[in-house]
């Protein structure tokens, strides 16, 4: 079974604050992902990576940046936290292929106040 | 570009009901396309797929079938139960190369009372 696992189930926050989210899979997959999920707006892509050291914005980019020195493990990066960033965050990987399924983690819940 | 609508929620239904959610989607190119589900407190799993044109995914006595006329993928059960009782995500992936990216769509709350 493929295993995703994230740093933190929940977290609080200051504004402000540098923020460190982990994700690691055990699959050997090539792509990762991180996403945000909100409600009325779904889920929404701010960056991924598909090799080491590689990465892509997303859609949603701005007050983010990302982390890929391990093929398993994807860190996402808030500089400077601020309370428009609470959110349920989600982190995906899936090996490369037109096809593949996408296995997520149980998503990290971040409060900044 | 690409995206997915989804029919707006919430959907409330009584156990045994028949369940359809509606998706349709705009895509470049021919998508593969997905259903997701959120179990409460969970992250999101696959609930079934399509590749092409025609085919129809199934599991857990959930199906959809890949229509390109009309651009739909939509979510059936004959008999939901309360275990169903969760968010339903439509998405597709057009992506030619090798990275896999998903588009997703605002997701549906299903609640499913004894």
């Known amino acids: 079974d493929v295993k995703v696992t994230q740093s933190s189930r929940y977290l609080v926050k200051r504004t402000g604050e540098k923020v460190f989210l982990e994700c690691v899979q055990d699959?050997?997959?090539?792509?990762m992902f991180w996403y945000r999920q909100d409600p009325g707006l779904g889920l929404r892509l701010i960056y991924f990576s598909y090799d080491v050291k590689m990465k892509e914005k997303g859609d949603i980019p701005e007050g983010y940046s990302v982390s890929r020195e391990k093929k398993e493990r994807f860190s996402l990066i808030l500089e400077s936290a601020s309370t428009n960033q609470t959110s349920m965050y989600l982190c995906?990987?899936?090996?490369?292929?037109?096809?593949?399924?996408?296995?997520f983690g149980p998503g990290t819940r971040l409060l900044v106040l | 570009g690409n995206s997915v609508t989804q029919m707006e929620g919430p959907v409330t239904l009584s156990e045994e009901a028949f369940l359809t959610i509606n998706c349709t989607y705009t895509?470049?190119?021919?998508?593969?396309l997905f259903w997701y589900v959120q179990y409460p407190g969970e992250g999101l799993q696959l609930l079934l797929k399509a590749t092409k044109a025609d085919d129809k995914g199934s599991n857990k006595g959930f199906e959809a079938t890949y229509r390109k006329e009309t651009t739909s993928f939509h979510l059936e059960k004959g008999s939901v139960q309360v275990s169903d009782s969760a968010v339903y995500f439509c998405a597709l992936s057009d992506d030619p190369g090798a990275n896999s990216k998903l588009t997703f769509g605002k997701g549906i709350t299903l609640s499913v009372r004894p």
């Open positions: 995906a990987s899936v090996a490369s292929g037109y096809q593949e399924t996408q296995y």
């Open positions: 895509a470049t190119g021919y998508p593969s």
């Open positions: 699959m050997d997959h090539e792509n």
